[in-house]
């Protein structure tokens, strides 16, 4: 099954995993070479590239957003301003040639970045954490595990002694987040 | 804590009115509390994007993973071929010429800043084939099906322990949906790719043959000290369907732009070389052949035994899996370069590596 433009848009707004797979596979190549060609790597060309997926799919599951030209473009544009921000960073000025402008790139590769730093740090301050803690906290919060079904998995006496202990790792994750960020 | 379990479920809307417009008032009254509960608000949003994120990412890694970059070079679908022979083939010389040309001009623009390192797989079934034989092996497929088709890539690799572990190059192996290995001594054995690294460019197969019997132990060693300037050195490899002896030296402890874990070497070698061991004089692996420099003729790179054996110990491997272990002395040493090939070459394979298309 190969979906056209507007299909597409369509079927990735409700979250069909086939149509996210073909707009991933249609345009990797491109963004590899544009990083490539302008001194990165391929693993810099894959984070750039998911990290653009990633805005993307969000984006489109905002209602007001509308597309005003076509992905390609769109990626190629978010891709691009991601990378030469990137290479800032480095201090390596380069001219990367420009694709056709797409309106409010600046807003979005901020607001990534934005994301991409959040995600970084609590990463880190999960790393920070350690085990059991960090499971004990992404089962509750995250996969919504019930404080008795983690009682049991982690050994516990009683579902209070779960809560207490997660309650210090909680304020411990919480630490290591707002020192991080500040 | 009981105060955090309050924010938290105003935060997952499961406060009833009542408690929520008090929630509400004491925000609005109590200052500290009002930071303290905004806090917490603000850090369990970022948590769960967080979570949110890794979910998508590890499913964007699946599809990444799922690629198939091989339908690329795709022209013509095979089909066709048949149906309208002629004026295809000769579109199809137009198409290669300019696939050709096209990938020679951008290989030329790119050459500047980008790399002038060359892997060396071999291309097996790459565009270089000549178009006749490209039409007079459709005909063959479409009357009789050959018992194995033409592997997409070869090099080399070696054995590095008794029951079945083999060491080659990463890039050989990259993309691989069934690897085989094949010598004189063994025939063809199936294997699996149990690790690879592509930092490194060191990748580890085991055979899953049954027609394999776990030998006692492989003659050589796997040397842990460096190699010094100007150390001489000879390869063993498979840029042919023979074994393919090469000699020189180390030129340089480091290899491309410096990369301190490989050596630079002076030896012919040939794509198909990937992944064949480096030996010193004592018959002891020293190296694995990697890759050649494209703008200066006779250089060539080899990853250090040393980041071999790193690498090997810190292998994560399945608990049902044979041990793997390594020589540290072998048994080569002082013996003729002849004897030491001859004993050597029983333990050099060609890797074979196929993809679907």
Same mark, same amino acid.
């Given at each position: 099954? @190969?979906f056209l433009?507007e299909?597409?848009i369509?079927e990735?707004?409700?979250?069909n995993?086939?149509?996210l797979k073909?707009?991933?596979?249609e $345009?990797?190549?491109? =963004?590899l070479k544009?990083?490539?060609n $302008?001194s990165g790597?391929?693993?810099?060309?894959?984070?750039? &590239?998911q990290?653009? =997926?990633i @805005?993307f799919?969000?984006?489109?599951?905002?209602?007001?957003?509308?597309?005003?030209?076509?992905i390609?473009?769109?990626?190629y544009?978010v891709?691009?301003?991601l990378?030469l921000?990137r290479?800032?960073?480095r201090?390596?000025?380069?001219? =990367?040639?420009?694709?056709?402008?797409v309106a409010?790139?600046? $807003?979005a590769?901020h607001?990534?970045?934005?994301?991409e730093?959040n995600?970084?740090v609590?990463?880190e301050?999960?790393?920070k954490?350690?085990?059991?803690?960090?499971?004990?906290?992404e089962n509750? &919060?995250?996969?919504g595990m019930?404080?008795?079904?983690?009682?049991e998995?982690?050994? &516990?006496t $009683?579902?209070?002694?779960t809560?207490?202990q997660k309650?210090?790792c909680?304020?411990?994750?919480?630490?290591f987040?707002?020192?991080?960020n500040? | 804590?009981e105060?955090l379990?309050l924010i938290?479920?105003?935060?997952s809307r499961?406060l009833?009115e009542?408690e929520?417009g008090?929630?509400e +008032?004491?925000m609005?009254?109590?200052?500290?509390f009002? %930071?303290?509960a905004?806090?917490?608000i %603000?850090?369990l949003k970022s948590?769960?994007?967080?979570?949110?994120r890794k979910? +998508?990412?590890?499913a964007?890694e699946k599809?990444?993973d799922?690629?198939d970059?091989s339908?690329?070079a795709?022209?013509v679908?095979l089909?066709?071929w048949?149906?309208?022979g002629?004026t295809?083939?000769?579109a199809?010389s137009?198409?290669l010429?300019?696939t050709?040309?096209t990938?020679f001009a951008?290989?030329?623009?790119?050459e500047q800043?980008?790399?002038?390192?060359e892997?060396?797989?071999r291309?097996?079934n790459?565009?270089k084939?000549?178009?006749?034989q490209i039409l007079?092996?459709?005909k063959? +497929?479409?009357?009789?099906?050959?018992?194995?088709a033409p592997?997409?890539y070869?090099? *080399?690799g070696? #054995?590095v322990?008794?029951?079945?572990?083999i060491?080659?190059?990463?890039h050989v192996v990259?993309s691989s949906?069934?690897?085989f290995v094949e010598n004189?001594k063994?025939?063809?054995l199936?294997?699996s790719?149990?690790?690879?690294?592509?930092?490194t460019?060191?990748a580890?197969l085991l055979v899953m043959?049954?027609?394999?019997?776990? #030998?006692?132990?492989?003659?050589?060693a796997i040397r842990?000290?460096e190699?010094? #300037?100007?150390?001489?050195?000879?390869t063993l490899?498979y840029?042919?369907n023979e074994?393919?002896?090469?000699d020189?030296?180390?030129?340089a402890?480091s290899g491309?732009e %410096?990369?301190?874990?490989?050596y630079?070497?002076s030896i012919?070698?040939?794509?198909g070389?990937?992944g064949g061991?480096?030996?010193?004089?004592q018959g002891?692996?020293i190296?694995?052949v990697?890759g050649? %420099? *494209?703008d200066a003729r006779? *250089?060539?790179?080899a990853?250090?035994?040393?980041v071999?054996?790193?690498?090997?110990k810190?292998?994560p491997?399945?608990?049902?899996?044979p041990?793997l272990r390594?020589?540290?002395t072998g048994? #080569?040493?002082g013996m003729?370069?002849?004897?030491?090939?001859?004993?050597?070459?029983?333990y050099?394979?060609?890797?074979?590596v196929y993809?679907g298309?």
């Amino acid at each position: 099954m @190969h979906f056209l433009e507007e299909a597409l848009i369509a079927e990735l707004r409700k979250k069909n995993e086939a149509a996210l797979k073909q707009l991933y596979q249609e $345009n990797y190549v491109m =963004i590899l070479k544009l990083v490539v060609n $302008n001194s990165g790597t391929e693993q810099e060309a894959k984070d750039v &590239y998911q990290e653009a =997926i990633i @805005h993307f799919y969000e984006r489109l599951s905002q209602p007001e957003f509308e597309l005003t030209c076509k992905i390609k473009t769109y990626l190629y544009a978010v891709c691009r301003k991601l990378w030469l921000q990137r290479l800032a960073q480095r201090n390596k000025f380069l001219r =990367i040639e420009e694709g056709e402008r797409v309106a409010d790139v600046e $807003n979005a590769v901020h607001e990534m970045e934005t994301k991409e730093r959040n995600f970084a740090v609590m990463s880190e301050s999960l790393d920070k954490l350690g085990e059991p803690c960090r499971s004990i906290l992404e089962n509750y &919060y995250l996969k919504g595990m019930s404080m008795d079904q983690i009682t049991e998995k982690f050994g &516990y006496t $009683n579902a209070d002694n779960t809560k207490n202990q997660k309650y210090k790792c909680l304020q411990r994750l919480k630490k290591f987040f707002f020192e991080a960020n500040k | 804590m009981e105060e955090l379990e309050l924010i938290e479920k105003y935060f997952s809307r499961e406060l009833n009115e009542k408690e929520r417009g008090a929630f509400e +008032k004491k925000m609005h009254d109590d200052d500290l509390f009002r %930071q303290r509960a905004e806090d917490h608000i %603000q850090f369990l949003k970022s948590f769960k994007q967080y979570g949110d994120r890794k979910l +998508k990412k590890e499913a964007l890694e699946k599809i990444h993973d799922e690629m198939d970059f091989s339908t690329e070079a795709k022209v013509v679908p095979l089909s066709r071929w048949e149906k309208y022979g002629r004026t295809v083939a000769i579109a199809a010389s137009v198409a290669l010429l300019c696939t050709v040309g096209t990938f020679f001009a951008l290989k030329y623009s790119n050459e500047q800043h980008e790399t002038n390192f060359e892997i060396l797989r071999r291309e097996v079934n790459g565009l270089k084939r000549s178009q006749n034989q490209i039409l007079k092996d459709i005909k063959e +497929k479409a009357n009789a099906k050959p018992e194995f088709a033409p592997s997409k890539y070869s090099g *080399t690799g070696f #054995l590095v322990s008794g029951n079945g572990y083999i060491v080659t190059a990463y890039h050989v192996v990259k993309s691989s949906d069934s690897v085989f290995v094949e010598n004189e001594k063994f025939g063809r054995l199936k294997v699996s790719v149990v690790y690879k690294n592509p930092e490194t460019d060191v990748a580890l197969l085991l055979v899953m043959d049954e027609q394999f019997k776990n #030998l006692h132990a492989v003659p050589f060693a796997i040397r842990n000290s460096e190699g010094v #300037l100007g150390e001489p050195v000879y390869t063993l490899g498979y840029p042919r369907n023979e074994i393919v002896y090469g000699d020189g030296t180390i030129s340089a402890t480091s290899g491309y732009e %410096q990369n301190e874990s490989s050596y630079q070497i002076s030896i012919p070698v040939n794509p198909g070389n990937s992944g064949g061991p480096m030996i010193d004089q004592q018959g002891a692996v020293i190296g694995i052949v990697n890759g050649v %420099q *494209t703008d200066a003729r006779g *250089t060539a790179f080899a990853v250090k035994s040393n980041v071999l054996l790193d690498e090997i110990k810190n292998v994560p491997l399945d608990s049902l899996a044979p041990p793997l272990r390594v020589n540290t002395t072998g048994q #080569l040493a002082g013996m003729s370069r002849v004897n030491q090939i001859k004993r050597w070459k029983d333990y050099v394979f060609m890797v074979k590596v196929y993809h679907g298309k």
